[in-house]
Protein backbone atom coordinates (compact mmCIF):
# COMPACT_ATOMS: atom_id res chain seq x y z
CA UNK A 1 0.00 0.00 0.00
CA UNK A 2 2.64 2.28 1.03
CA UNK A 3 4.58 1.93 -2.12
CA UNK A 4 1.21 2.03 -4.40
CA UNK A 5 0.32 5.25 -3.09
CA UNK A 6 3.55 6.79 -3.09
CA UNK A 7 4.02 5.69 -6.74
CA UNK A 8 0.94 7.24 -7.79
CA UNK A 9 0.96 10.55 -5.98
CA UNK A 10 4.70 10.97 -6.92
CA UNK A 11 3.92 10.47 -10.88
CA UNK A 12 0.42 11.49 -11.97
CA UNK A 13 0.75 14.06 -14.24
CA UNK A 14 4.69 14.44 -14.84
CA UNK A 15 4.47 17.00 -12.02
CA UNK A 16 6.91 19.18 -10.90
CA UNK A 17 8.35 19.49 -6.80
CA UNK A 18 6.92 22.49 -5.84
CA UNK A 19 8.87 25.45 -3.73
CA UNK A 20 7.66 28.53 -2.42
CA UNK A 21 10.42 30.69 -4.52
CA UNK A 22 12.76 33.27 -3.26
CA UNK A 23 12.57 35.27 -5.71
CA UNK A 24 8.52 35.69 -5.87
CA UNK A 25 5.80 35.69 -3.55
CA UNK A 26 3.38 34.34 -6.37
CA UNK A 27 2.67 30.26 -5.69
CA UNK A 28 1.17 28.19 -8.13
CA UNK A 29 -2.30 28.65 -7.29
CA UNK A 30 -1.96 32.57 -6.82
CA UNK A 31 -0.58 32.47 -10.67
CA UNK A 32 -3.64 30.35 -11.94
CA UNK A 33 -6.08 32.45 -9.94
CA UNK A 34 -4.82 35.83 -10.83
CA UNK A 35 -4.94 34.86 -14.76
CA UNK A 36 -8.35 33.65 -14.55
CA UNK A 37 -9.68 36.71 -12.52
CA UNK A 38 -8.10 38.74 -15.42
CA UNK A 39 -9.67 36.62 -18.27
CA UNK A 40 -13.21 36.86 -16.16
CA UNK A 41 -12.55 40.64 -15.40
CA UNK A 42 -11.59 41.44 -19.51
CA UNK A 43 -15.04 38.92 -20.65
CA UNK A 44 -17.19 40.80 -17.47
CA UNK A 45 -16.48 44.27 -19.58
CA UNK A 46 -16.72 42.68 -22.74
CA UNK A 47 -19.74 41.69 -21.49
CA UNK A 48 -21.06 44.80 -20.03
CA UNK A 49 -20.93 46.83 -23.32
CA UNK A 50 -22.32 43.82 -25.07
CA UNK A 51 -25.25 44.04 -22.67
CA UNK A 52 -25.47 48.01 -23.08
CA UNK A 53 -24.83 47.69 -27.12
CA UNK A 54 -28.16 45.19 -27.28
CA UNK A 55 -30.52 47.36 -25.09
CA UNK A 56 -29.80 50.39 -27.13
CA UNK A 57 -30.37 48.43 -30.48
CA UNK A 58 -33.95 46.77 -28.50
CA UNK A 59 -34.69 50.36 -27.73
CA UNK A 60 -34.27 51.53 -31.06
CA UNK A 61 -36.31 48.79 -32.91
CA UNK A 62 -38.99 49.36 -30.38
CA UNK A 63 -39.16 53.12 -31.35
CA UNK A 64 -39.18 52.13 -34.86
CA UNK A 65 -41.68 49.51 -34.51
CA UNK A 66 -44.44 52.02 -33.16
CA UNK A 67 -43.46 54.65 -35.98
CA UNK A 68 -43.72 51.96 -38.84
CA UNK A 69 -47.08 50.85 -36.86
CA UNK A 70 -48.68 54.39 -36.42
CA UNK A 71 -47.00 56.04 -40.14
CA UNK A 72 -49.37 56.32 -42.76
CA UNK A 73 -46.63 57.34 -45.28
CA UNK A 74 -45.73 54.26 -47.43
CA UNK A 75 -42.00 55.68 -47.95
CA UNK A 76 -41.37 56.68 -44.27
CA UNK A 77 -42.43 53.19 -43.35
CA UNK A 78 -40.12 51.86 -45.93
CA UNK A 79 -37.57 53.83 -44.92
CA UNK A 80 -37.95 52.26 -41.46
CA UNK A 81 -38.22 48.78 -42.00
CA UNK A 82 -34.55 49.26 -44.20
CA UNK A 83 -33.42 51.03 -40.60
CA UNK A 84 -35.04 48.06 -38.77
CA UNK A 85 -32.62 45.56 -40.89
CA UNK A 86 -29.86 47.27 -40.53
CA UNK A 87 -30.35 47.18 -36.55
CA UNK A 88 -31.41 43.48 -36.65
CA UNK A 89 -27.88 43.28 -38.53
CA UNK A 90 -25.97 45.77 -35.82
CA UNK A 91 -27.72 43.22 -32.99
CA UNK A 92 -26.44 40.07 -34.94
CA UNK A 93 -23.03 41.17 -35.40
CA UNK A 94 -23.01 41.96 -32.00
CA UNK A 95 -24.16 38.88 -30.80
CA UNK A 96 -21.93 37.37 -32.77
CA UNK A 97 -19.05 39.17 -31.39
CA UNK A 98 -20.43 38.47 -28.03
CA UNK A 99 -20.43 34.77 -28.86
CA UNK A 100 -16.42 34.98 -29.74
CA UNK A 101 -15.62 36.78 -26.85
CA UNK A 102 -17.41 34.05 -24.34
CA UNK A 103 -15.14 31.26 -26.82
CA UNK A 104 -12.45 32.99 -26.15
CA UNK A 105 -12.88 33.37 -22.30
CA UNK A 106 -13.69 29.71 -21.69
CA UNK A 107 -11.31 28.51 -23.96
CA UNK A 108 -8.19 30.87 -22.56
CA UNK A 109 -9.50 29.52 -19.20
CA UNK A 110 -9.43 25.77 -20.17
CA UNK A 111 -5.79 26.23 -21.46
CA UNK A 112 -4.89 28.00 -18.32
CA UNK A 113 -6.25 25.14 -15.84
CA UNK A 114 -5.27 22.52 -18.21
CA UNK A 115 -1.57 24.08 -18.09
CA UNK A 116 -1.79 24.91 -14.11
CA UNK A 117 -2.57 20.97 -13.35
CA UNK A 118 0.62 20.15 -13.95
CA UNK A 119 1.93 21.82 -11.14
CA UNK A 120 -0.70 21.40 -8.89
CA UNK A 121 0.09 18.79 -7.36
CA UNK A 122 3.21 19.02 -4.33
CA UNK A 123 4.80 16.03 -4.39
CA UNK A 124 7.34 17.00 -2.25
CA UNK A 125 5.04 17.74 0.31
CA UNK A 126 2.95 14.79 0.33
CA UNK A 127 5.42 12.61 -0.09
CA UNK A 128 7.41 13.09 2.83
CA UNK A 129 4.37 13.10 4.95
CA UNK A 130 2.89 9.77 3.48
CA UNK A 131 6.69 8.29 4.06
CA UNK A 132 6.09 8.92 7.17
CA UNK A 133 2.58 8.21 8.05
CA UNK A 134 2.85 4.37 6.23
CA UNK A 135 6.51 3.72 8.11
CA UNK A 136 4.42 4.52 11.49
CA UNK A 137 1.39 2.08 10.24
CA UNK A 138 3.97 -1.07 9.39
CA UNK A 139 5.38 -0.17 13.01
CA UNK A 140 2.37 -0.46 14.02
CA UNK A 141 1.49 -3.81 13.37
CA UNK A 142 5.35 -4.86 13.99
CA UNK A 143 4.62 -6.65 17.56
CA UNK A 144 8.47 -6.49 17.92
CA UNK A 145 8.00 -2.68 18.27
CA UNK A 146 5.76 -3.32 21.83
CA UNK A 147 7.90 -3.66 25.06
CA UNK A 148 8.65 -6.98 25.99
CA UNK A 149 7.33 -8.64 23.01
CA UNK A 150 10.30 -9.51 21.70
CA UNK A 151 11.03 -11.35 25.75
CA UNK A 152 8.06 -13.16 25.77
CA UNK A 153 7.96 -14.44 22.02
CA UNK A 154 11.60 -16.06 22.65
CA UNK A 155 10.58 -17.90 25.67
CA UNK A 156 7.18 -18.95 23.39
CA UNK A 157 9.49 -19.61 20.60
CA UNK A 158 12.19 -22.02 22.81
CA UNK A 159 8.46 -24.02 23.83
CA UNK A 160 7.75 -24.24 19.96
CA UNK A 161 11.19 -25.86 19.91
CA UNK A 162 10.69 -28.49 22.29
CA UNK A 163 7.72 -29.70 21.40
CA UNK A 164 8.07 -29.13 17.30
CA UNK A 165 9.03 -32.79 16.79
CA UNK A 166 5.98 -34.57 18.15
CA UNK A 167 3.52 -31.59 17.39
CA UNK A 168 2.31 -30.05 13.72
CA UNK A 169 1.57 -26.93 14.77
CA UNK A 170 4.73 -26.04 16.35
CA UNK A 171 6.56 -27.70 13.88
CA UNK A 172 4.86 -24.99 11.30
CA UNK A 173 5.01 -21.92 13.67
CA UNK A 174 8.79 -22.74 14.17
CA UNK A 175 9.78 -22.90 10.50
CA UNK A 176 7.31 -20.18 9.43
CA UNK A 177 9.58 -18.12 12.36
CA UNK A 178 13.16 -19.27 11.00
CA UNK A 179 12.00 -18.65 7.42
CA UNK A 180 11.18 -15.12 8.43
CA UNK A 181 14.38 -13.95 10.23
CA UNK A 182 12.81 -13.82 13.55
CA UNK A 183 9.94 -11.89 15.09
CA UNK A 184 11.97 -8.43 14.86
CA UNK A 185 11.33 -9.80 11.11
CA UNK A 186 7.71 -10.02 12.25
CA UNK A 187 5.92 -13.00 9.87
CA UNK A 188 2.55 -12.00 8.67
CA UNK A 189 -0.28 -11.72 11.27
CA UNK A 190 -2.75 -12.51 8.94
CA UNK A 191 -3.97 -16.17 7.30
CA UNK A 192 -2.99 -19.60 8.45
CA UNK A 193 0.22 -17.97 10.52
CA UNK A 194 -1.97 -15.70 12.30
CA UNK A 195 -4.32 -18.90 13.58
CA UNK A 196 -1.26 -21.00 13.99
CA UNK A 197 0.27 -18.62 16.53
CA UNK A 198 -2.66 -17.93 18.39
CA UNK A 199 -3.48 -21.19 18.46
CA UNK A 200 0.52 -22.38 19.99
CA UNK A 201 0.44 -19.52 22.24
CA UNK A 202 -2.67 -20.47 23.85
CA UNK A 203 -1.43 -23.84 23.67
CA UNK A 204 2.51 -22.56 25.73
CA UNK A 205 -0.06 -20.15 28.41
CA UNK A 206 -2.07 -23.18 29.15
CA UNK A 207 1.15 -25.28 29.99
CA UNK A 208 2.87 -22.44 32.30
CA UNK A 209 2.06 -23.73 35.79
CA UNK A 210 0.28 -21.69 38.65
CA UNK A 211 3.36 -20.64 40.49
CA UNK A 212 5.30 -18.99 37.68
CA UNK A 213 2.77 -15.91 37.84
CA UNK A 214 4.98 -13.50 36.08
CA UNK A 215 5.74 -15.69 33.11
CA UNK A 216 1.97 -16.05 32.83
CA UNK A 217 1.12 -12.84 32.68
CA UNK A 218 3.70 -11.60 30.12
CA UNK A 219 3.12 -14.31 28.15
CA UNK A 220 -1.04 -13.50 28.40
CA UNK A 221 -0.28 -9.58 27.19
CA UNK A 222 2.16 -11.15 24.36
CA UNK A 223 -1.14 -13.14 23.71
CA UNK A 224 -3.14 -10.33 23.57
CA UNK A 225 -1.50 -8.53 21.43
CA UNK A 226 -0.94 -11.42 18.94
CA UNK A 227 -4.65 -10.95 18.46
CA UNK A 228 -5.64 -7.87 18.51
CA UNK A 229 -2.82 -6.67 15.89
CA UNK A 230 -3.75 -10.08 13.79
CA UNK A 231 -7.65 -8.07 13.75
CA UNK A 232 -5.87 -4.72 13.38
CA UNK A 233 -3.61 -6.01 10.23
CA UNK A 234 -7.22 -7.47 8.80
CA UNK A 235 -8.44 -4.24 9.53
CA UNK A 236 -5.81 -2.53 7.37
CA UNK A 237 -5.62 -4.74 5.05
CA UNK A 238 -9.64 -4.56 4.12
CA UNK A 239 -8.70 -1.17 3.82
CA UNK A 240 -6.24 -1.31 1.43
CA UNK A 241 -7.29 -3.85 -0.72
CA UNK A 242 -9.60 -0.81 -2.00
CA UNK A 243 -6.62 0.93 -3.02
CA UNK A 244 -6.41 -0.48 -6.35
CA UNK A 245 -9.19 0.47 -8.17
CA UNK A 246 -8.08 4.27 -6.75
CA UNK A 247 -4.33 3.40 -8.44
CA UNK A 248 -6.27 2.58 -11.66
CA UNK A 249 -8.38 6.15 -12.19
CA UNK A 250 -4.91 8.03 -11.41
CA UNK A 251 -2.82 5.96 -14.02
CA UNK A 252 -5.53 6.19 -16.15
CA UNK A 253 -6.02 10.39 -15.27
CA UNK A 254 -2.48 10.97 -15.76
CA UNK A 255 -3.20 9.16 -19.22
CA UNK A 256 -5.82 10.90 -20.44
CA UNK A 257 -3.71 14.34 -18.83
CA UNK A 258 -1.15 13.64 -21.21
CA UNK A 259 -3.48 13.22 -24.21
CA UNK A 260 -5.45 16.38 -23.47
CA UNK A 261 -2.43 18.74 -22.60
CA UNK A 262 -0.34 17.55 -25.86
CA UNK A 263 -3.79 17.67 -27.79
CA UNK A 264 -3.80 21.55 -27.33
CA UNK A 265 -0.54 22.09 -27.58
CA UNK A 266 -0.43 21.00 -30.32
CA UNK A 267 -3.13 23.01 -31.43
CA UNK A 268 -1.56 26.38 -30.34
CA UNK A 269 1.86 25.14 -32.19
CA UNK A 270 3.42 24.56 -29.03
CA UNK A 271 6.12 22.05 -28.29
CA UNK A 272 5.49 20.09 -25.21
CA UNK A 273 9.76 19.83 -24.47
CA UNK A 274 9.44 23.81 -24.84
CA UNK A 275 5.89 23.82 -22.22
CA UNK A 276 8.36 21.47 -19.98
CA UNK A 277 11.21 23.49 -19.85
CA UNK A 278 9.52 27.31 -20.02
CA UNK A 279 6.88 26.44 -17.57
CA UNK A 280 6.81 22.87 -15.82
CA UNK A 281 10.17 22.72 -14.44
CA UNK A 282 10.70 26.40 -14.63
CA UNK A 283 11.45 27.32 -11.24
CA UNK A 284 11.04 31.33 -11.15
CA UNK A 285 7.08 32.18 -10.46
CA UNK A 286 7.04 35.00 -12.05
CA UNK A 287 8.71 33.96 -15.16
CA UNK A 288 5.53 30.84 -15.11
CA UNK A 289 3.42 33.73 -14.86
CA UNK A 290 4.65 35.71 -18.06
CA UNK A 291 4.19 31.94 -19.75
CA UNK A 292 0.92 31.27 -18.91
CA UNK A 293 -0.12 34.99 -20.20
CA UNK A 294 1.74 34.53 -23.77
CA UNK A 295 -0.26 31.02 -23.54
CA UNK A 296 -3.57 32.84 -22.59
CA UNK A 297 -2.84 35.17 -25.61
CA UNK A 298 -2.49 32.29 -27.94
CA UNK A 299 -5.78 30.82 -26.77
CA UNK A 300 -7.28 33.70 -27.66
CA UNK A 301 -5.46 34.44 -31.09
CA UNK A 302 -6.42 30.45 -31.84
CA UNK A 303 -10.28 30.86 -31.28
CA UNK A 304 -10.03 34.07 -33.97
CA UNK A 305 -8.38 32.23 -36.35
CA UNK A 306 -10.71 29.54 -36.38
CA UNK A 307 -13.77 31.55 -36.81
CA UNK A 308 -12.03 33.02 -39.50
CA UNK A 309 -10.84 29.85 -41.50
CA UNK A 310 -14.01 28.38 -40.50
CA UNK A 311 -17.26 30.80 -40.03
CA UNK A 312 -19.55 27.85 -39.82
CA UNK A 313 -17.95 25.30 -37.72
CA UNK A 314 -15.73 26.93 -35.81
CA UNK A 315 -17.41 26.29 -32.46
CA UNK A 316 -17.07 22.44 -32.67
CA UNK A 317 -13.48 21.80 -31.90
CA UNK A 318 -13.06 24.21 -29.22
CA UNK A 319 -16.28 22.99 -27.63
CA UNK A 320 -14.76 19.46 -27.76
CA UNK A 321 -11.33 20.74 -25.70
CA UNK A 322 -13.67 22.60 -23.10
CA UNK A 323 -15.39 19.12 -22.43
CA UNK A 324 -12.28 17.43 -22.34
CA UNK A 325 -10.49 19.72 -20.08
CA UNK A 326 -13.76 20.05 -17.46
CA UNK A 327 -14.12 16.42 -17.46
CA UNK A 328 -10.90 15.97 -16.91
CA UNK A 329 -10.91 18.26 -13.44
CA UNK A 330 -13.89 16.98 -12.71
CA UNK A 331 -12.61 13.29 -12.45
CA UNK A 332 -9.51 14.64 -10.90
CA UNK A 333 -11.38 16.26 -8.00
CA UNK A 334 -13.54 12.93 -7.60
CA UNK A 335 -9.96 10.88 -7.28
CA UNK A 336 -8.65 13.03 -4.93
CA UNK A 337 -12.12 13.26 -3.06
CA UNK A 338 -11.87 9.15 -2.96
CA UNK A 339 -8.38 9.31 -1.93
CA UNK A 340 -9.32 11.90 1.39
CA UNK A 341 -12.06 9.45 1.67
CA UNK A 342 -9.98 6.45 2.02
CA UNK A 343 -7.88 8.14 4.62
CA UNK A 344 -10.92 9.02 6.81
CA UNK A 345 -11.19 4.78 6.81
CA UNK A 346 -7.46 4.62 8.17
CA UNK A 347 -8.91 7.28 10.79
CA UNK A 348 -11.98 5.02 11.85
CA UNK A 349 -8.95 2.12 12.37
CA UNK A 350 -6.92 4.38 14.79
CA UNK A 351 -10.35 5.06 16.33
CA UNK A 352 -11.15 2.00 17.03
CA UNK A 353 -7.98 0.31 18.69
CA UNK A 354 -6.39 3.70 20.14
CA UNK A 355 -8.18 3.72 23.76
CA UNK A 356 -7.21 -0.40 23.47
CA UNK A 357 -4.74 -0.94 26.51
CA UNK A 358 -1.92 -2.95 25.20
CA UNK A 359 -1.83 -1.42 21.29
CA UNK A 360 -3.20 2.17 22.08
CA UNK A 361 -0.47 3.74 22.35
CA UNK A 362 1.01 3.14 19.61
CA UNK A 363 -1.95 3.23 17.88
CA UNK A 364 -2.53 6.74 19.00
CA UNK A 365 0.95 7.53 17.60
CA UNK A 366 0.10 6.54 14.59
CA UNK A 367 -3.11 8.61 14.22
CA UNK A 368 -0.95 11.79 15.29
CA UNK A 369 0.67 10.67 12.05
CA UNK A 370 -2.40 10.44 9.86
CA UNK A 371 -3.92 13.78 11.03
CA UNK A 372 -0.44 15.49 9.94
CA UNK A 373 -0.86 13.26 6.53
CA UNK A 374 -5.39 14.43 6.24
CA UNK A 375 -4.53 17.85 6.94
CA UNK A 376 -1.38 18.02 4.36
CA UNK A 377 -3.37 16.71 1.34
CA UNK A 378 -6.49 18.59 2.09
CA UNK A 379 -4.47 22.10 1.94
CA UNK A 380 -2.83 20.75 -1.11
CA UNK A 381 -5.73 18.89 -2.87
CA UNK A 382 -9.06 20.78 -2.06
CA UNK A 383 -10.34 17.84 -3.06
CA UNK A 384 -14.37 19.36 -2.58
CA UNK A 385 -13.59 22.35 -3.74
CA UNK A 386 -11.46 21.48 -6.73
CA UNK A 387 -14.59 19.57 -8.26
CA UNK A 388 -16.80 22.08 -7.28
CA UNK A 389 -14.73 25.01 -9.20
CA UNK A 390 -13.74 23.05 -12.50
CA UNK A 391 -18.18 22.27 -12.78
CA UNK A 392 -18.37 26.05 -12.83
CA UNK A 393 -15.44 26.93 -14.84
CA UNK A 394 -17.19 28.50 -17.80
CA UNK A 395 -19.10 31.03 -18.86
CA UNK A 396 -22.60 30.03 -20.60
CA UNK A 397 -23.95 31.67 -23.63
Same mark, same amino acid.
Given at each position: ????????????????????????????????DKILADIQQNLD??????????????????????????????????????????????????????????????????????????????????????????????????? !???????????????????????????????DIVDISGGIAVHP??????????????????? !????????????????? !??????????????????????????????????????????????????????????????????????????????????????????????????????????????????????????????????????????????????????????????????????????????
Open positions: MKKLLLTALYGVYSVCLFANEADSSLNETKIKIKSRTFDSTILKLDTRIGKLDSTIKLSGNPKERIDKLVERVQILEQKQKAQEENELNVYEANYQSAIINLASMDREIKPLVLFQTTKDFFDALNETTNP !SSYEGYNASFAKFKEYIDKIKDHDATAQAISPLTGSFAQLSISGMSKYIN !SIGHKKRDLKKESMRMF !SITTKLCQFTADKNTIESEWESIIEALQGMEIRYDTVLNQNLAMLNIRRNDFVADFAKQSDANMRYTYLTTLRQNAADYVVKMKTANPKGWKENIYYQLTDVQSLKIKYGDVTLRISEHMDKYNSLVNKYKRDKDIGGEVAKLGLKLDHLKETFDNTFEPGEYAHTASRMYKVL
